[in-house]
Protein backbone atom coordinates (compact mmCIF):
# COMPACT_ATOMS: atom_id res chain seq x y z
CA UNK A 1 0.00 0.00 0.00
CA UNK A 2 1.02 3.72 -0.66
CA UNK A 3 -0.07 6.93 -0.13
CA UNK A 4 0.05 9.30 -2.65
CA UNK A 5 -1.73 12.78 -3.46
CA UNK A 6 -4.13 13.33 -6.88
CA UNK A 7 -5.45 16.72 -7.91
CA UNK A 8 -4.38 17.60 -4.56
CA UNK A 9 -6.09 15.05 -2.57
CA UNK A 10 -4.41 12.34 -0.28
CA UNK A 11 -5.45 8.87 -1.45
CA UNK A 12 -4.24 5.37 -0.46
CA UNK A 13 -3.43 2.87 -3.63
CA UNK A 14 -1.64 -0.63 -4.30
CA UNK A 15 1.74 -0.93 -5.46
CA UNK A 16 0.36 -0.85 -9.12
CA UNK A 17 -1.69 2.72 -8.86
CA UNK A 18 -5.30 1.31 -8.14
CA UNK A 19 -7.47 2.55 -5.51
CA UNK A 20 -7.51 0.46 -2.28
CA UNK A 21 -10.81 2.80 -0.66
CA UNK A 22 -13.03 3.91 -4.04
CA UNK A 23 -15.22 6.23 -1.24
CA UNK A 24 -11.80 8.81 -1.68
CA UNK A 25 -12.30 8.83 -5.28
CA UNK A 26 -14.20 11.96 -7.07
CA UNK A 27 -14.38 13.05 -10.66
CA UNK A 28 -11.29 15.24 -10.70
CA UNK A 29 -9.04 12.69 -9.32
CA UNK A 30 -10.61 10.42 -12.47
CA UNK A 31 -9.05 13.22 -14.39
CA UNK A 32 -5.97 13.29 -13.03
CA UNK A 33 -5.43 9.68 -13.81
CA UNK A 34 -7.11 10.05 -17.24
CA UNK A 35 -4.70 12.45 -18.35
CA UNK A 36 -1.94 10.24 -17.27
CA UNK A 37 -3.43 7.60 -19.25
CA UNK A 38 -3.53 10.31 -21.86
CA UNK A 39 -7.34 9.99 -22.26
CA UNK A 40 -9.27 12.90 -21.93
CA UNK A 41 -12.00 11.96 -20.48
CA UNK A 42 -15.98 12.55 -22.31
CA UNK A 43 -19.38 11.97 -21.14
CA UNK A 44 -19.28 8.81 -22.57
CA UNK A 45 -16.22 8.15 -20.58
CA UNK A 46 -18.13 8.73 -16.94
CA UNK A 47 -21.26 6.82 -18.19
CA UNK A 48 -18.78 4.40 -18.32
CA UNK A 49 -16.91 4.73 -15.03
CA UNK A 50 -20.09 4.98 -13.40
CA UNK A 51 -21.29 2.11 -14.21
CA UNK A 52 -18.25 0.35 -13.02
CA UNK A 53 -18.55 2.15 -9.78
CA UNK A 54 -21.97 0.76 -9.50
CA UNK A 55 -21.49 -2.73 -9.88
CA UNK A 56 -18.23 -2.39 -7.84
CA UNK A 57 -20.79 -1.22 -4.99
CA UNK A 58 -22.96 -3.90 -5.81
CA UNK A 59 -20.33 -6.39 -5.49
CA UNK A 60 -20.60 -7.33 -9.04
CA UNK A 61 -17.61 -8.56 -10.38
CA UNK A 62 -16.42 -7.47 -13.85
CA UNK A 63 -15.62 -8.39 -17.08
CA UNK A 64 -15.54 -7.32 -20.24
CA UNK A 65 -18.27 -9.63 -20.86
CA UNK A 66 -20.61 -7.97 -18.77
CA UNK A 67 -19.74 -4.30 -19.71
CA UNK A 68 -20.39 -5.57 -23.48
CA UNK A 69 -24.23 -6.38 -22.07
CA UNK A 70 -24.62 -3.50 -19.57
CA UNK A 71 -26.31 -0.89 -22.36
CA UNK A 72 -23.69 1.59 -21.40
CA UNK A 73 -21.23 0.64 -23.89
CA UNK A 74 -20.58 -2.08 -26.61
CA UNK A 75 -17.43 -3.73 -26.20
CA UNK A 76 -15.57 -2.17 -29.64
CA UNK A 77 -16.50 1.50 -28.21
CA UNK A 78 -15.26 0.23 -24.63
CA UNK A 79 -11.54 -0.98 -26.56
CA UNK A 80 -11.47 2.91 -28.33
CA UNK A 81 -12.79 4.68 -25.11
CA UNK A 82 -9.73 2.98 -22.61
CA UNK A 83 -7.62 1.92 -25.29
CA UNK A 84 -4.89 -0.81 -24.24
CA UNK A 85 -6.46 -2.80 -21.73
CA UNK A 86 -9.74 -1.46 -21.30
CA UNK A 87 -11.02 -3.09 -18.01
CA UNK A 88 -7.70 -2.25 -16.21
CA UNK A 89 -7.98 1.15 -17.53
CA UNK A 90 -11.34 2.33 -16.65
CA UNK A 91 -10.91 0.56 -13.84
CA UNK A 92 -7.98 2.55 -12.45
CA UNK A 93 -9.84 6.24 -13.41
CA UNK A 94 -12.91 4.94 -12.07
CA UNK A 95 -10.73 4.12 -8.37
CA UNK A 96 -11.68 1.15 -7.65
CA UNK A 97 -9.30 -2.17 -6.94
CA UNK A 98 -7.56 -3.84 -9.97
CA UNK A 99 -10.39 -6.13 -11.67
CA UNK A 100 -9.29 -9.99 -11.18
CA UNK A 101 -10.79 -11.55 -14.25
CA UNK A 102 -9.84 -13.40 -17.29
CA UNK A 103 -12.50 -13.06 -19.10
CA UNK B 1 4.19 2.20 4.59
CA UNK B 2 5.93 4.61 1.89
CA UNK B 3 5.05 8.03 1.12
CA UNK B 4 4.76 9.54 -2.22
CA UNK B 5 6.33 13.25 -2.16
CA UNK B 6 4.55 13.32 -6.06
CA UNK B 7 1.41 12.71 -7.22
CA UNK B 8 1.76 9.98 -9.40
CA UNK B 9 1.93 11.79 -12.35
CA UNK B 10 3.58 10.84 -16.05
CA UNK B 11 4.70 7.53 -14.33
CA UNK B 12 7.24 6.39 -17.12
CA UNK B 13 5.58 4.42 -19.53
CA UNK B 14 7.13 0.85 -19.57
CA UNK B 15 7.58 -0.30 -23.42
CA UNK B 16 6.13 -3.68 -23.71
CA UNK B 17 8.32 -6.29 -24.94
CA UNK B 18 5.11 -8.89 -25.55
CA UNK B 19 3.62 -6.99 -28.06
CA UNK B 20 1.69 -9.66 -30.00
CA UNK B 21 0.24 -12.99 -29.25
CA UNK B 22 -0.21 -15.20 -31.98
CA UNK B 23 -2.45 -18.93 -30.91
CA UNK B 24 -2.27 -22.19 -33.16
CA UNK B 25 -5.39 -24.14 -32.11
CA UNK B 26 -5.20 -27.27 -33.60
CA UNK B 27 -7.55 -28.77 -31.43
CA UNK B 28 -11.62 -29.67 -31.68
CA UNK B 29 -12.35 -30.64 -27.23
CA UNK B 30 -13.96 -27.34 -25.44
CA UNK B 31 -10.73 -27.42 -23.14
CA UNK B 32 -8.68 -26.49 -26.44
CA UNK B 33 -11.47 -24.05 -27.64
CA UNK B 34 -11.13 -22.29 -24.58
CA UNK B 35 -7.47 -21.99 -23.83
CA UNK B 36 -7.34 -20.74 -27.01
CA UNK B 37 -9.69 -17.87 -26.71
CA UNK B 38 -8.69 -17.33 -23.02
CA UNK B 39 -5.25 -16.82 -24.02
CA UNK B 40 -6.12 -14.73 -27.25
CA UNK B 41 -8.77 -12.42 -25.89
CA UNK B 42 -6.77 -11.99 -22.54
CA UNK B 43 -3.93 -10.47 -24.25
CA UNK B 44 -6.27 -7.99 -25.92
CA UNK B 45 -7.61 -6.88 -22.44
CA UNK B 46 -3.85 -6.32 -21.93
CA UNK B 47 -3.82 -4.25 -24.85
CA UNK B 48 -1.35 -7.08 -26.67
CA UNK B 49 -2.20 -7.15 -30.38
CA UNK B 50 -3.59 -10.40 -30.63
CA UNK B 51 -4.26 -13.08 -33.40
CA UNK B 52 -5.83 -16.71 -33.73
CA UNK B 53 -4.93 -19.08 -36.12
CA UNK B 54 -7.15 -22.27 -36.41
CA UNK B 55 -5.78 -25.64 -37.97
CA UNK B 56 -6.94 -29.03 -38.42
CA UNK B 57 -9.21 -29.91 -35.98
CA UNK B 58 -8.90 -26.38 -34.31
CA UNK B 59 -11.20 -25.60 -37.23
CA UNK B 60 -14.20 -26.69 -35.43
CA UNK B 61 -14.27 -23.49 -33.26
CA UNK B 62 -14.94 -21.68 -36.29
CA UNK B 63 -16.98 -24.39 -38.28
CA UNK B 64 -20.57 -22.59 -38.33
CA UNK B 65 -22.32 -26.00 -38.13
CA UNK B 66 -19.72 -27.50 -35.15
CA UNK B 67 -18.56 -24.55 -33.39
CA UNK B 68 -21.83 -25.05 -31.04
CA UNK B 69 -21.13 -28.60 -30.55
CA UNK B 70 -17.68 -29.04 -29.10
CA UNK B 71 -17.00 -32.14 -26.62
CA UNK B 72 -14.85 -32.61 -23.98
CA UNK B 73 -12.89 -35.90 -24.29
CA UNK B 74 -13.88 -38.64 -22.12
CA UNK B 75 -11.74 -41.38 -23.41
CA UNK B 76 -7.84 -40.79 -23.51
CA UNK B 77 -7.96 -38.14 -20.83
CA UNK B 78 -6.78 -38.82 -17.39
CA UNK B 79 -7.99 -35.29 -16.57
CA UNK B 80 -11.79 -36.94 -16.40
CA UNK B 81 -11.09 -39.05 -13.99
CA UNK B 82 -13.96 -41.52 -15.82
CA UNK B 83 -12.88 -45.27 -16.53
CA UNK B 84 -11.55 -45.63 -20.14
CA UNK B 85 -14.41 -48.32 -20.75
CA UNK B 86 -17.06 -46.01 -19.01
CA UNK B 87 -15.71 -42.25 -20.66
CA UNK B 88 -16.53 -44.76 -23.74
CA UNK B 89 -20.28 -44.94 -23.72
CA UNK B 90 -22.43 -43.51 -25.58
CA UNK B 91 -23.74 -40.14 -24.25
CA UNK B 92 -20.95 -39.94 -22.09
CA UNK B 93 -18.78 -36.98 -24.26
CA UNK B 94 -22.31 -34.98 -24.24
CA UNK B 95 -22.75 -35.44 -20.78
CA UNK B 96 -19.64 -34.32 -19.83
CA UNK B 97 -19.61 -31.44 -22.07
CA UNK B 98 -23.20 -30.08 -20.90
CA UNK B 99 -21.52 -30.40 -17.24
CA UNK B 100 -18.63 -28.96 -18.43
CA UNK B 101 -20.18 -25.51 -20.01
CA UNK B 102 -22.77 -25.36 -17.28
CA UNK B 103 -19.51 -24.58 -14.69
CA UNK B 104 -18.59 -22.01 -17.30
CA UNK B 105 -21.65 -20.08 -17.34
CA UNK B 106 -21.60 -20.19 -13.37
CA UNK B 107 -18.55 -18.46 -14.06
CA UNK B 108 -19.84 -15.67 -16.92
CA UNK B 109 -17.56 -17.33 -19.37
CA UNK B 110 -19.43 -16.76 -22.93
CA UNK B 111 -20.31 -19.66 -25.18
CA UNK B 112 -17.74 -20.38 -28.25
CA UNK B 113 -19.82 -18.07 -30.77
CA UNK B 114 -20.38 -15.10 -28.30
CA UNK B 115 -16.73 -15.77 -26.72
CA UNK B 116 -15.58 -15.12 -30.48
CA UNK B 117 -17.39 -11.84 -31.57
CA UNK B 118 -16.24 -10.67 -28.00
CA UNK B 119 -12.66 -11.13 -28.92
CA UNK B 120 -13.19 -9.95 -32.28
CA UNK B 121 -15.10 -6.34 -30.98
CA UNK B 122 -11.76 -6.30 -29.36
CA UNK B 123 -9.64 -6.32 -32.00
CA UNK B 124 -8.26 -9.90 -32.60
CA UNK B 125 -8.51 -11.44 -35.54
CA UNK B 126 -8.74 -15.01 -36.29
CA UNK B 127 -7.92 -16.97 -39.10
CA UNK B 128 -8.08 -20.30 -40.94
CA UNK B 129 -5.34 -22.33 -42.37
CA UNK B 130 -5.44 -23.37 -46.15
CA UNK B 131 -4.43 -26.64 -45.89
CA UNK B 132 -6.68 -28.07 -43.30
CA UNK B 133 -9.55 -26.58 -45.02
CA UNK B 134 -8.80 -28.20 -47.96
CA UNK B 135 -7.95 -31.24 -46.05
CA UNK B 136 -11.20 -31.54 -44.62
CA UNK B 137 -12.98 -29.54 -47.60
CA UNK B 138 -13.89 -26.69 -45.43
CA UNK B 139 -15.57 -23.57 -47.49
CA UNK B 140 -15.06 -20.44 -46.52
CA UNK B 141 -19.01 -20.16 -46.25
CA UNK B 142 -18.93 -23.09 -43.83
CA UNK B 143 -16.42 -20.89 -41.83
CA UNK B 144 -17.93 -18.08 -39.52
CA UNK B 145 -18.69 -15.04 -41.48
CA UNK B 146 -16.51 -12.66 -39.77
CA UNK B 147 -13.48 -14.31 -40.74
CA UNK B 148 -10.40 -12.41 -41.27
CA UNK B 149 -8.91 -14.62 -43.53
CA UNK B 150 -7.33 -17.51 -44.93
CA UNK B 151 -3.54 -18.23 -44.70
CA UNK B 152 -0.55 -20.62 -45.53
CA UNK B 153 1.67 -21.40 -42.95
CA UNK B 154 3.90 -19.16 -44.72
CA UNK B 155 1.24 -16.08 -43.94
CA UNK B 156 1.27 -17.24 -40.59
CA UNK B 157 5.00 -16.77 -40.03
CA UNK B 158 5.26 -13.10 -42.10
CA UNK B 159 2.62 -11.93 -39.77
CA UNK B 160 4.63 -13.06 -36.68
CA UNK B 161 7.55 -11.49 -38.44
CA UNK B 162 7.91 -8.05 -35.95
CA UNK B 163 9.72 -7.54 -32.76
CA UNK B 164 8.25 -8.89 -29.69
CA UNK B 165 5.78 -11.16 -31.31
CA UNK B 166 5.24 -14.28 -29.93
CA UNK B 167 3.01 -17.75 -31.07
CA UNK B 168 1.54 -20.28 -28.59
CA UNK B 169 0.81 -23.87 -30.25
CA UNK B 170 -2.51 -25.43 -28.44
Same mark, same amino acid.
Not at chain 1, 56 to 67: E, F, H, P, S, W
Not at chain 2, 115 to 136: P, T
Given at each position: MM?????????ELN?????L !????????????????????????????????????? !?????????????????? !???????????? !???????????????? | M??????????????????????? %? $? /??????????????????????? $??????????? +??? /????????????? %????????? =?????? +????? $? %????? #? +? #????????? #???? =???? $???? =???? /???????????????????? @??? @????? %?????????????
Amino acid at each position: MMEAVIANRPVELNEEGYFL !KPEQWDREIAHAIAEEEEISLTDKHFEVIDYIRDQYD !KDVALTIRRIGKSGVVNI !KEFYALFPDGPL !KKASRIAGIPKPASCI | METLEAPVKKKAKKEKKLRKIMII %N $S /KATIDAAYAALILANGARMEGIA $SEMFCTFFGLE +MIT /KEKMKHLHVATVG %NPGMHIPTM =IGGLPG +MESFA $S %NMMKK #E +M #EKLDIPEID #EFIE =IYQA $SGGK =IFAC /KLAMDMFHLKEQDLIDDLDG @VLT @VGDFY %NRADEEGAQIIFI
